[in-house]
């Protein structure tokens, strides 16, 4: 019978299974192998979110060395397994072996930690979001609208890159929960928002001010799908300086770390 993976991997899956509880690392025990195996895997199903070096995109970075939802090998085993609810990542559908690969993968990139450089002021940062009108789209722990997305935890779940793009250039990644459902009804009333929920007799919508309306199919005029971004960019409208303190705020918006005993 061919062999799919190498006497080291194996070695790892068994030490998991019995040593992880007691603190022990099973990726230290991985080989040049095991993580080039690892890096294969990531760079094919996880670099899409968190980069192909995993440096971060639409996803955290995986490089600083910090891991919100836990940081010991059985934490980001479980991680990977079973996804981190109340966020983007999912569950996965790899074998015990190629997760403990990644996990060994993920480490290889974190030896040496690597933070990113923020020369921004985050204090005048928050006082610009509040003075540029940022609230009335998006929520900041409780307070603010809902047209955009949370940032309440924003800085524990995208990298700076992907903020600072995200001010100069929010159009360039869309996530479709914010793509805009136009809708003209046989009445001639216009109705637009984010979709909740639809089926084959109704949509339900989000309104920008926070209402949920449910539409009957069988009323709609016209029905279209706006994949294009509400938010309009701060190219040009803010000094270097002014994006500097705007992004060190968002990225100083982060997730207490999960610390498991």
């Known amino acids: ?31 040049v192998a095991d993580r080039a195996a690892g890096e294969k895997i990531f760079r094919s199903h996880c670099a899409s979110c968190h980069g192909l070096h995993g440096a971060g995109g639409s996803g955290p970075s995986l490089t600083t060395g910090v891991f919100y939802h836990g940081s010991t090998d059985a934490d980001l085993y ?3 397994s079973e996804g981190i609810p109340g966020t983007a990542m999912p569950d996965q559908f790899f074998s015990s072996a190629q997760i403990w690969q990644i996990v060994a993968y ?36 409780g307070e603010g609208g809902v047209r955009g997305p949370d940032l309440s935890l924003i800085g524990s779940q995208r ?15 869309v996530a479709p929960d914010y793509w805009v459902a136009r809708i003209v009804t046989k009445d001639g009333r216009n109705r637009a928002g984010f979709i909740m929920n639809q089926d084959s007799h109704a949509v339900q919508i989000l309104d920008f001010d926070g209402n949920l309306q449910m ?47």
């Open 78 to 80: 479980r991680n990977i």
């Open 106 to 141: 993920v480490r290889t990139i974190s030896s040496t930690p690597v933070r990113p450089r923020l020369t921004g002021n985050a204090r005048h940062g928050a006082q610009l979001f509040r003075d540029k009108g940022c609230l009335e789209c998006h929520l900041v722990k």
């Open 159 to 173: 990298s700076v890159g992907y903020l600072r793009e995200s001010i100069t250039d929010p159009g360039a990644v």
């Open 1 to 31: 019978m061919k062999e799919s993976l190498s006497r080291c991997t194996i070695s790892i899956v068994m030490l998991a299974a019995t040593s992880l509880a007691d603190g022990q690392s099973a990726a230290s025990q991985a080989n």
């Open 215 to 261: 539409i009957e199919r069988s009323d709609f005029k016209d029905f279209g799908i706006d994949r294009s971004s509400t938010m309009p960019s701060y190219k040009g409208k803010l000094v270097e300086a002014e994006l500097d303190d705007l992004v060190a705020f968002l990225a100083s918006l982060e997730r207490p770390r999960e610390i498991r005993k």
